[in-house]
C-alpha cells in the first residue's frame, strides 16, 4: 500500500480544505433537507416535478459507466492492456454511484419508506424506474466487492477476500449484465412520456441510444482521466494505449451518431432541425459538440495526438450533459406559470457531493496503487 | 387469470388428470371489464360553473381551501395537493365554456404502469387509487401522467401524491364520488362506463347541433374512465391529442422483451464474446 505515495508521503492538495468544506456544508444542508422537506429547499414545484439532482444522476451514471466498459473489454474482450485503467474506472464506478445514490434518497419524497423498492409484494416489473432502482442498487454491491481488493490490498484482511478474486469473473459479468440493463433503462423511463418530451429527443429506440451514449461517454471519461493521472503523476504517456481508447470511444460514438439521425430522418424530424427555434438550435449544438466534434478528433490522425483523445472525451461529455439537461429539464418543459430554476441549496448539495466524489478519488489514488508499476502490454 | 404456465403444469404433472383443469377456469374471473367499472360523463354545455362538485370534494376528502387574495372566495386557479377537482373557464369572444378537471381515471393508466412500487393501482372498480404506504415519492407518475394530473405536497416534510380518487372510498360502499352526487344541473352524472358511453352517444345523437362530435375518453390514451362532452373544440379546453394507443404499451413491451432478453440472453452472450475473443488473461489473479 501508498507505493505511490512514497515520494510526497504527507502532501495535502491545495484545494484539499476548500473542497472538503463544500463536502461538509453539502452534508449538513442534506440533513436540513431531510428534516424539513423538499418545499423549503429546492424549487422544484408541480410542473417540474425533477430537478438539477435528476438532471445531475443521469449524467453521473454514463461516466461512471466507465467500470463496465473498461470491464467488458478487459475481461470479456481479452483486451489485456486496458487492464491499466481498470482500477481507476472501478473506483472512479464506485464513487460516482455513490453520489448517485445519496442525490435519490434526498430526491425522493417519502425517503423514510426508500426500502419499498425492495419488498417483493410492492416491486412492479413493469416499471423501468424500478428496475433501474434494484439494478443500481445491485450494482453498487458488485462495485463494492470489485473495489475490495484494491482497498484492502497488502493488509491482513486480504486473505479473507480471496473468494472475491476466484468469482471475479461472475462478478464483473453480473456488473456488466446489470450496468446494460439499467443504463438501457434510464432511457426506457422516457417511454411513457412520449406525449412530453420534444419529438427532436423522444423516440422509441432511446434505450438503445441511452445504451450507446453509457459506452462512449464512459470511454470519454476514461481517457480524460488517464491523460490527467499520468500527468500529474509525471509518467511517460503511453500513446498507443490512450488511441486506442479513443478509437474504441469513434466506434461507439458512429453508431450512435447513425442510429441519432437515422432516427431522425425515420421519424421525418429533419425539418425540425432546420427550424430557427430555441430546440433546433440546442439539437445542433449537442450534435456538433457531443458528436461532431469528437468524430472529427477521433477519425482523423488527431486521434493519435497524446491529448486527441484527452479533447474528444471532453467534448462528448459535454454533449452528453446537454443531451440530458434537454431529456430531464428543458424538453419536458409545459406552458406553465412557473419555471424551475434550482435552488441554492439544491445546487450546493450537486457541487458539494462531486466535490465529495473528486476529492475521496483524489486521495484513493494518492493512497492506493491505482496505476500498474509497469505497463501491461497487449498480448 | 393469473396462474402462471409454470405454476399450470405442475398442478397439471402433479394431479395427471384432465378433470381439475376446469376448476382454475371457474374462480379465475370476477375482474371486471371496463365497461363494468364505474365512470363519470361530464357534459360542459350543461355546467353552469356553480362549483359545488368542488365544495363536495373539499368536504369529502378534507381538502383546504385555496382562497383569494382576501380570503373570501375559494380560488383555487389550477389542481393542486389540495384541489383535487375545479371548474375552469374558456372564454374567447363570443364562445365560452367551463370544464371540469380531474384525475381522467384511464382504463390502462401510464401512472400505474411506471409506479415502481406499485402504489398506484387501478382498482377492480374501475378507479386509479394511491396508497401513501407504499409511495416512496419519486414523481414519476406526474411526468408519466398525459394529462398532468398528480400533484405533490411540496410544503411537507413526509408528502403525498395528491390526486382525485374518485371517491373509491365511497365506491367500495355502493355510493357515487361526492362531485358526481352534488352535481344540482346534471352535467356530472356517474354509472358504469358501457352506460355513460350509450348516454353519450344518445346526447350526440339527439342533439348533434349541441356538441362537437366526440366523446373525449371514449378512446383517448386508451380510454378513459371519465368522459366528456363539449360544444366547444376539445383542444380549446385544454385537451391534448394523446392519441388512441394506452401510453403504456410501448413501455411494457420493451420491459417484456428487454428484461428476460438480457437476463436470460446477456450471460450466453458474454460467454461468446470471451470465447471468441480469447486473448488470455483470466488465468492472472484479481486485482491486476
Redesign the interface.
Known sequence: MASLASSKKTSLPKYFWPLLALTLLAVGLSIYRL??????TTN???HY??GIWITIDLFIIPIAGAAFTISLI???????DY?AV??PAIVAGFLGYLIVGILLIL????????Y??F?P???????????I?LCVTLYMGILTLEIL??LL?NTKYEKNIKW??SG??VIA?TG??LS??HQ??LG??F??????LHPLWYT?AL?LLFFLQAGYTGLGATAIATTIILRAKNRPMDRKFIKRIGQAMGINLLLYACLKVGDWMGAGEIPMLLKPDAFGWIAWLEFTIGILIPLAILFTKFVGHSEGPFWAGVFALMGTFINRLVITWIG?A?PA?VTYLPSWMETMITIGFIAGGYLAFERIVFYFKLL?EKR?SN? | MTISRRDFLKVAGLTASASVLPNFSVKATNRKTHGEQVAMLYDATMCVGCNACTNACRQWNNTQSETDQRNVYDAPVELSADTWTMIQLYQSGDESSFVKRQCMHCLDPACVSGCPVGALQKSNEGPVTYDPNKCIGCRYCMYTCPFHIPRFEWDEVIPVVAKCTFCNDRIVDGKGPACAERCPTGALIWGTRDDLLAEAETRLDQDGGRYVNKIYGKNDAGGTSVLYLSGVEFEKLGFEDVGVEPIPMLSEGTANIVLPGIVLGGPFVLGLIRWVSKRGGWEESWPV
Open positions: 428534516f424539513v422537506g423538499l418545499g423549503p422544484m414545484n408541480d416535478p425533477w478487459s475481461f470479456f474482450f481479452g483486451y489485456d487492464r481498470l482500477r430526491d425522493i419524497g417519502r425517503w423514510n419508506q426508500f419499498n423498492i419488498v409484494g410492492f416491486i412492479n416489473l413493469h416499471s423501468f424506474l424500478e428496475e432502482s481488493p484494491i490490498e472475491i478474486e471475479i469473473f459479468g456488466i449484465l446494460t440493463l438501457s433503462s426506457s423511463l417511454l411513457l412520456m412520449s406525449h412530453k422509441p434505450p419536458l409545459e406559470s500498474p501491461v498480448n
